[in-house]
């Protein structure tokens, strides 16, 4: 005769890691709910800007932007491992820079499900959602 309390373990231990998923993903349940990007051309004098965006298994593509156009794209953060990084290339008139659009540690807290940068000559600004809400935040670019 097989035992009940053999099951019980394993099934207590699932319960446990459910619970602590839904504690984690907030209303979303067992994933982190997917981010919508939206990068947006603020350049000065109708500048054009291209971006290109990747991370380390996906690559975005290039586009390039008139000014007010936006840049987008759709991804989900990691739930467990929370290290998703996405890095972008800036280049605009004989500029060019690099910018992490998403890093997970720094942006999860101030963004929900869209993640919005107004990019301007000197750097890109994030529209806080989360924490300080309404708030718009500037950042150098990467060195
Ligand atoms: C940046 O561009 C967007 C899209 O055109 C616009 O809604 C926003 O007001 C601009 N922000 C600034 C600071 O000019």
New binding site residues.
Partial sequence: MVSISKLVLPILLLLIIFVAFQFKGGESGLFHDKVHMHI???LTNGVKLTVHCKDKDHDIGAQTLN??E?YNFVFRPGTVVESTLYFCGFRFNTEFYFFDVYDQKRDDFFVGKDCHW?V?ESGP?RLNVLDKPNS?ECFPWNP
Avoid: L, T
């Fill in positions: 947006f051309n603020n000014f007010g936006s107004e301007h600004c718009i």
